[in-house]
């Protein structure tokens, strides 16, 4: 099928995959294996001094995944900022995905902090995959702040819920150059696959991979969904109507 | 000399260069990322000495979404 392009960079695989809340690392590995992904996000925090456990990054092949640090747990611009630098010092390629969400209820980000990021992270050389509220007007502005995509949510983090924002993310890939890929709130194969075949370039999925008891399995199903909906967008959907159109010859019955 | 690491305070016999730190915490050059004083590292400056006072922040990489 046809490759994702992000940043001049080929991608075979549209299904991104989070790593957190994985009940082990061979949970993780397993749902990243059987999911064909070839990116997967990160996330930095302190080093427990007193208890310092293997890093991440002995787990997860460099060679094989690109590693796209996230900056979970920024509440403002400056904190966003900071935590890319780092992650750009720990020797990643500069990839990033902006993540600022002040608010820890329902970790909805932050427009006007994420926008100001944004501008800011492009100037200094990162590769931006900004995570953002599906408003098709931010979505231009960060375009033209020169974010590599953007990734509206379907619905909050870790919700399950599927595409609540449907209307606004078909507006958002109508009019933007630049991939779409939806990201968070995806629970189910399901609704990976609608939103590949509303047009979105590509989907970021985590909870869903993480909260069961076959993560591997789970991968698999996620691949499969988000194949079926591009195939099915590309081969071109037909429309909804409002009154039945039968399948079957109008001529012919069997009566006068 | 006093060290506040990752917010907590730590107190050491003799200098320690940030190398010689990492390698008293058994933690792994290259899987972390230092700051010092608010200024983020590179490898090449772990050389550097810490002084009594100095604050560090050390990162690494951990799952998430």
């Known amino acids: 099928m046809d490759k994702l392009v992000i940043a001049g960079r080929e991608f075979d695989s549209r299904l ?13 590995l397993a749902a990243m294996e059987h999911s064909g992904c070839e990116i997967v996000t990160v996330a930095l925090r302190r080093v427990d001094i007193d208890n310092p456990e293997d890093s991440l990054l002995s787990q997860i092949d460099p060679n094989r995944y690109l590693l796209l640090p996230n900056t979970s747990g920024a509440r403002d611009a400056e904190e966003a900022i900071r935590l890319a630098r780092l992650a750009r010092a720990a020797g990643c390629e500069p990839w990033v995905k902006l993540e600022v969400t002040p608010d820890p209820y329902y970790l909805l980000p932050d427009p006007v902090e994420t926008l100001k990021a944004a501008e800011i992270l492009v100037k200094e050389g990162f590769i931006v995959l900004p995570y953002m509220p599906a408003d098709p007007v931010l979505a231009r502005h960060l375009e033209e702040a020169g974010t590599a995509t953007v990734m509206p949510l379907g619905a ?10 449907r209307d606004l993310i078909s507006i958002i890939i109508e009019q933007a150059s630049i991939p779409v890929v939806v990201d968070a709130g995806l629970g189910a194969p399901s609704h990976a696959a609608e939103a590949m075949e509303m047009g ?57 | 000399m006093t060290l506040i690491i990752n917010g907590q305070q730590r107190n050491f016999e ?33 050389d550097t000495l810490l002084k009594d006072g100095d604050t560090l922040e050390v990162i690494q990489f951990v799952g998430g979404g």
């Open chain 1, 156 to 165: 909050p983090i870790g919700t399950n819920r599927g595409i609540r924002t």
């Open chain 1, 16 to 28: 991104m995959v989070g790593t957190g809340k994985f009940a082990s690392n061979q949970a993780m």
């Open chain 1, 200 to 256: 979105a370039d590509a989907v970021l999925v985590n909870t869903a991979l993480a909260d069961t008891p076959d993560p591997g399995a789970m991968g698999r199903a996620f691949k499969k969904g988000v194949e079926a909906g591009r195939e099915a967008y590309l081969a071109g959907l037909g429309p909804q109507r409002d009154k039945a159109e039968a399948s079957s010859p109008l001529t012919g019955f069997l009566r006068d």
């Open chain 2, 14 to 46: 003799t200098q320690l260069t940030i190398h010689q730190l990492l390698n008293k915490l058994e933690l792994t050059a290259d899987r972390v990322v230092v700051e010092l004083n608010r200024e983020i590292l590179t490898v090449e400056a772990h």
